[in-house]
């Protein structure tokens, strides 16, 4: 199934066939995705005919969910907008002085030693247009909808690895090109889709879906990785600036928003810590989180690279006496492998180099509800599991 997003670390492009196919096999029409970044899920699932709850507390990610799920004009309202918006003459503003960067034969790296994510070239048609939707737009959803245009023609020719702490040394290929907008692949239909921008635990205290889907966030298990460096608020700070346009105090070599530095507190998920019984704080947060879902069903994302391991997981679900199947899906590192930060961090991963897996802990919380283990679904269903192992 199509879907768009930005270049984004931990996305779930390539698992969204194998979690459409588990919701089929279930009696559902709502779905909660609790922490959606791009919603390249919540996109699949409107798709897929469910009603969407969609959360982040990413403002971007809002942004992105108001586009793809609650817009109802069709492409063609949008079209002329998008082909005035392409035509501005680019001027030097905010984003050129801070994120803009000249060829320099080759480096990006400026005269002041700090690298740019992008050309001067498209740093002025980002300050021309961001302005221009300001003025333009005529409610937040349609802002929406001309700023993910704005972030997905922006991704398009950055120089970056896929995030945005570090940048490359020499211009990707791509920084050469003139960024365009296109209008989204917008969805429309008529269903009550929501979209919050909440803390998880207060939103799911107030809201009842047939079936959640969580992948939260998760640092490096690699105790030798900065813990600092694996906040999504640091991987993707410059989108939060170009939703709000409210020109931030910035900090470090890469130009980081203040509000996404290392000295912010993360996400309980991201939390690196142990209790003094030796297991992640993050694991608890779990714990919490399925303990507390108002929903018949929950699927569980979770890489073997997070902070909670595979057991500690199943030994919450047993603890919580739940039904529970489990799909591994071995899939290819995507382009966040290649992150680099020490000497220590590069031995570290060489010292655990191992499959990249991605587990579909699959769990039923309806105790009348007669449950079907994913064993018994393949053999059911007429589906390509090929690079999946049941655990």
């Known amino acids: 199934m199509e879907t768009e997003g930005i270049k984004y670390t931990g996305s779930k492009k390539l698992i969204i066939p194998y979690i459409l196919e588990l919701i089929k096999t279930l009696n559902v029409k709502t779905v909660l995705d609790g922490f959606s970044g791009t919603t390249r899920v919540s996109q699949a699932l409107k798709k897929d005919g469910y009603t969407v709850f969609s959360n982040d507390a990413s403002t971007w990610s809002k942004v992105f969910a108001e586009c793809y799920l609650i817009n109802r004009k069709p492409p063609s309202y949008y079209l002329p907008i998008i082909s005035h918006l392409n035509k501005l003459k680019g001027k030097y503003g905010w984003f050129s002085e801070n994120y803009g960067g000249k060829p320099n034969g080759g480096s990006s790296v400026q005269g002041d030693g700090k690298k740019r994510i992008w050309q001067i070239h498209n740093t002025m048609k980002l300050d021309a247009i961001r302005e221009e939707i300001e003025n333009i737009a005529k409610n937040e959803i349609e802002k929406s909808v001309l700023l993910t245009s704005l972030m997905l023609a922006m991704d398009k020719v950055d120089s970056t690895l896929g995030h945005q702490v570090s940048y490359l040394r020499e211009w990707a290929p791509r920084a050469y090109s003139t960024m365009k907008m296109e209008v989204p692949k917008l969805i429309i239909d008529d269903k009550d889709h929501k979209v919050f921008q909440k803390d998880i635990f207060k939103l799911i205290k107030n809201i009842k879906v047939d079936l959640a889907y969580y992948d939260p966030p998760y640092g490096s298990s690699n105790e030798k990785m900065p813990p600092s460096r694996v906040r999504y608020a640091s991987y993707y700070h410059i989108w939060k600036t170009i939703c709000l346009n409210d020109k931030p105090n910035l900090v470090g070599v890469s130009n ?124 059911q269903k007429e589906f390509d599991f090929r690079t999946c192992v049941s655990a």
């Open 256 to 379: 980081r928003r203040e509000d996404a530095s290392d000295t912010i507190s993360s996400s309980v998920f991201e939390e690196f810590r142990k209790t003094e019984d030796g297991k992640y704080i993050v694991s608890k947060a779990i714990k919490k989180l399925i303990d507390n879902t108002n929903a018949k069903y929950v699927i569980l994302s979770y890489s073997n690279e997070g902070r909670s391991t595979y057991n500690e997981i199943i030994e919450m679900f047993d603890d919580l006496k739940l039904k529970y199947d489990v799909l591994e899906i071995d899939y290819k590192k995507n382009v966040m492998a290649g992150m680099v930060w020490t000497k220590e961090w590069l031995n570290g991963a060489a010292e655990n180099n191992q499959r990249n897996i991605e587990y579909l802990f699959f769990i039923s919380r309806d105790k009348a509800e007669k449950f079907i283990p994913i064993i018994s679904f393949k053999k």
